[in-house]
């Protein structure tokens, strides 16, 4: 099956420096692919989407200076966490969609739990 | 827009028990349905999905119908293990083609021994 993997999976920061996140799809080409933040209730909120040789879409409120996305390959997409703040503590999540079929399903990587201190 | 709207947890059940976790949306079309579950610590893994009406998703015991005179998708097991204890999240594509997938808020599911 499709498979994403996110890597690192845990990252603990000073606060003021940068994080950069990876989310690399293993098995399949995916021209998008989706960053999500998860808030502690649960809920998935979509940041910003992906689009491979193209900039970002970021979603309403979502800061595209203080979160860097770059999708330099059809099977890599990065988020940078700049100038990290310990509100930016969370957990990111990235997914992708394989390139040129009708999945209509989303493939997730297994998450980053970022903690600035 | 689209809207997935998810029924309040926790669900705490003893191990064998009747699970339901409800689920309705709205949307245009004909939208696509999809269940995921989330593992303490981890991302989300597609459980089961639906792509048009009266289709009934399944997977690990789970399933769910997609019901488009209620535009509910509720997911069911008969008999729930402590091991499915996890965080739920419904939801939809949107029928426009965008694949970008509208969640509900996640319910979380805690089985007991």
């Known amino acids: 099956g499709a498979v994403v993997s996110q890597h690192p999976s845990r990252v603990i920061c000073k606060s003021g420096t940068s994080v950069k996140i990876e989310c690399r799809s293993l098995?399949?080409?995916?021209?998008?692919m989706f960053w999500y933040r998860q808030f502690p209730k649960k809920s998935l909120m979509l940041m910003a989407t992906?689009?491979?040789?193209?900039?970002?879409?970021?979603e309403q409120g979502v800061e595209k200076d203080k979160f860097l996305i770059n999708h330099a390959s059809l099977t890599l997409s990065t988020l940078t966490v700049t100038s990290a703040h310990p509100e930016d503590s969370s957990f990111y999540i990235c997914?992708?969609?394989?390139?040129?079929?009708?999945?209509?399903?989303?493939?997730f990587g297994q998450g980053t739990r970022l903690t600035v201190v | 827009g689209d809207s997935v709207t998810q029924m309040e947890g926790p669900v705490t059940l003893s191990e064998e028990a009747f699970l339901t976790i409800n689920c309705t949306y709205t949307?245009?079309?004909?939208?696509?349905l999809f269940w995921y579950v989330q593992y303490p610590g981890e991302g989300l893994q597609l459980l089961l999905k639906?792509?048009?009406?009266?289709d009934k998703g399944s997977n690990k015991g789970f399933e769910a119908t997609y019901r488009k005179e209620t535009t509910s998708f509720h997911l069911e097991k008969g008999s729930v293990q402590v091991s499915d204890s996890a965080v739920y999240f419904c939801?939809?594509?949107?029928?426009?083609?965008?694949?970008?997938?509208?969640f509900g808020r996640g319910t979380s599911l805690i089985v007991h021994p």
């Open positions: 997914s992708a969609n394989i390139r040129g079929t009708m999945n209509t399903e989303a493939f």
């Open positions: 098995d399949f080409q995916a021209t998008t």
């Open positions: 992906s689009n491979e040789g193209s900039k970002a879409t970021y």
């Open positions: 949307a245009t079309g004909y939208p696509s």
């Open positions: 639906a792509t048009k009406a009266d």
């Open positions: 939801a939809l594509r949107g029928a426009g083609g965008s694949y970008i997938p509208t």
